[in-house]
């Protein structure tokens, strides 16, 4: 595959072999349909097969969103679908070790919301620059089903097991500055300066050791591949959940912007 086969991902060479690649589709704010989901497990073997690339910048079209998570259309197709949630659980994964296999460092600029598959690009990442304002969430407590895209393989790393259970349990968003403060992302920095600094630091990288930058890299993702079994049963259990009663309610409830009424969260009362 080659840059000009991606169709919603749009790339600028930068100096110094810093190649920035914005997912593109602003109108819906760069929320992941069934070809971006696609293109993102494609993106970090071209990369990482790109002579001319030494880092990657990866940030969002427009200034409202890094990317608002799985296009509704799409989602709905996986609700109750076996046949489209095993192949949606097959790139799920290849995103997550595709880029922990990418040996070139990845930036991104996280310049608005970002949530879902997009938030799992944000933070894999190896460094990360958030806008302040900007806000994240894992958010597939709130559609009913189990954080599953990548977070149990890195948010117990970057934020500690106890702040981890409580935002993948309740799925409440966190602003640039909290994000920060736990550690889920390196800088938080006002808006307009998110993608100038994520290219500063992508410039530095360029600058620097190859070798060594690359090495330390891989060595450093060896804490992530520990906690592969733990993403792959969570990714497992996430699929499931696509085909019960709760992630059908869930997508209802993102749809008509309401409280969700789980099935699961009903009492049962005894006879």
């Not at 080659?2 to 919603?8: A, I, K, M, S, T």
């Not at 100096?15 to 070809?35: C, F, I, K």
């Not at 296009?71 to 197709?77: F, G, I, R, S």
């Not at 702040?163 to 309740?170: E, F, G, I």
Request: charged content about 20%.
């Amino acid at each position: 595959m080659h840059y000009e086969d991606f169709q919603h991902i749009r790339f600028d060479r930068h100096a110094d072999g810093v190649l920035l690649a914005t997912l593109n589709r602003p109108e819906v704010m760069n929320a992941t349909n069934a070809r971006l989901h696609w293109e993102l497990t494609r993106l970090w073997d071209v990369v990482k097969e790109d002579d001319a690339t030494k880092v990657c910048v990866v940030t969002g079209a427009g200034d409202r969103a890094f990317s608002a998570g799985g296009d509704l259309a799409w989602v709905e197709e996986m609700v109750g679908n076996p046949e489209v949630v095993s192949v949606v659980m097959k790139e799920a994964g290849e995103i997550v070790y595709n880029m922990l296999n990418c040996d070139k460092p990845i930036i991104s600029a996280i310049n608005g919301t970002a949530v879902g598959a997009g938030l799992a690009v944000a933070l894999l990442a190896d460094v990360s620059v958030m806008a302040e304002g900007a806000r994240i969430t894992d958010g597939h407590a709130r559609l009913g089903v189990a954080a599953g895209d990548h977070a149990t393989i890195v948010w117990p790393l970057l934020c500690g097991i106890a702040k981890a259970k409580y935002y993948l349990m309740t799925a409440d968003f966190i602003d640039g500055r909290e994000a920060e403060r736990l550690g889920l992302v390196t800088f938080s920095v006002p808006q307009a300066e998110v993608l100038g600094r994520a290219l500063a630091i992508a410039a530095q990288l360029a600058r620097g050791s190859q070798t060594a930058i690359k090495a330390t890299k891989k060595s450093i993702n060896n804490w992530m591949r520990m906690a592969g079994p733990i993403f792959d049963n969570s990714l497992a259990l996430e699929m499931l959940g696509f085909l019960g009663a709760d992630a059908k309610e869930g997508l209802a409830s993102v749809r008509g912007k309401r409280a969700p009424d789980f099935p699961s969260a009903r009492l049962v009362h005894s006879s």
